[in-house]
């Protein structure tokens, strides 16, 4: 297996297994609508038809799920007009096209939603900023309207002609706040087992999957906290065969409570203790779905090296393209 042999994802058929994965990148217009600039960033980064897949950067399904200022939005029906612009520019580009969808949780800013932030349990992950306010609890009617908001989302998507979705559950957003036992103190059917603390996202992987059509469906996995008393690769291992049979074409596998980064490793493929032994137990579990790996991956002999050793079928590409939007010319066009 090469960096350059093709992959199925779903029913989409990328090149090559080069993904550009998500980044925020705080484009978007004020009112997170698509800007010229946002569809700018992704041409430059894609021109040229070289990487397998551009996974755009998060786009906040819910107005109180929005994380940042300028971040996209994917919460409204008048978003449909800049979103296929969207999806149109990489496909211009011959590249196809998920996008991300998230709920940043408790750890949105009070100035930005202008509310009190939700949360599985009312507190907040490890690693807040000091004098992030106190999160409310979720009640039954708020996990209901946030798991309906991801199928929302979903459709929007594929009316504006993309090929895929990720539901973003990991790096401290709020299905990973359900998924770690860190945050996640709940007594009902939504907390307690790994399979309650997923069940959120496991609902809002079934909603998404109601109306994604012909679209693969990924979830990018916060897999192990790194933590005294967080989520570990066990489970992740079980999250992702849960996930695999609610339908999930693709596990991207990232970090949890510790958001996107390791402070104890600076080798390519941070999270490959993850997504080695999650790629097995999919396997094992007869799921043939492709786990892709994200983090300090720089080069194509770092990708190389990573599907060598089994730990993954797609690499991410992140903070690399981000810098250079050259990038994908001068690893993929002579490679």
């Keep these: 297996m090469t960096p350059f042999d093709p992959v199925r994802v779903g029913r989409v058929q990328l090149r090559n297994r080069v993904v550009m994965a998500p980044m925020a990148s705080g484009r978007a217009n004020p009112d997170g609508s698509i800007s010229q600039r946002l569809l700018d960033h992704y041409r430059e980064r894609a021109e040229g038809g070289l990487l397998g897949l551009v996974e755009c950067g998060h786009h906040f399904v819910t107005a109180d799920g929005q994380a940042t200022p300028r971040q996209a939005s994917i ?20 590249t196809p096209v998920f996008v991300q969808l998230s709920h940043t949780g408790s750890a949105a800013r009070p100035q930005v939603i202008r509310q009190v932030a939700l949360s599985p349990s009312g507190v907040n992950c490890p690693g807040a900023k000091v004098g ?12 209901a309207r946030v798991v309906d908001a991801f199928g929302r989302a979903t459709r929007r998507a594929r009316l504006a002609g ?11 957003y709020l299905l990973d706040q359900f998924l770690s036992p860190l945050t996640n103190l709940r007594q009902d059917e939504y907390g307690g087992s790994l399979e309650g603390r997923l069940r959120i996202t496991l609902e809002a992987l079934d909603s998404a999957r109601a109306e994604a059509g012909g679209m693969a469906v990924s979830v990018r996995l916060g897999g192990c906290d790194y933590m005294p008393g967080g989520t570990t690769v066990k489970d992740a291992c079980e999250a992702a065969v849960l996930l695999a049979r609610h339908g999930a074409d693709m596990i991207s596998v990232s970090g949890g409570m510790n958001y996107y980064t390791r402070r104890d490793t600076l080798e390519p493929g941070w999270f490959k203790g993850v997504s080695g032994p999650v790629r097995e137990a999919l396997a094992a579990a007869g799921h043939s779905v492709p786990v892709m790996l994200t983090g300090g991956i720089r080069s194509i002999l770092d990708a190389q090296a990573l599907l060598d050793e089994g730990a993954c079928d797609l690499v991410g590409i992140g903070r690399p393209i981000l810098n250079n939007e050259r990038w994908a010319a001068k690893h993929l066009l002579h490679a």
């Design 75 to 94: 919460s409204r029906d008048d978003d449909l007009c800049g979103l296929r612009l969207e999806a149109r520019v990489l496909h211009e580009c011959d």
């Design 132 to 143: 992030q306010p106190q999160p409310r609890i979720m009640t039954r009617a708020d996990i």
């Design 162 to 172: 993309f090929d895929g979705v990720e539901l973003h559950a990991a790096h401290g």
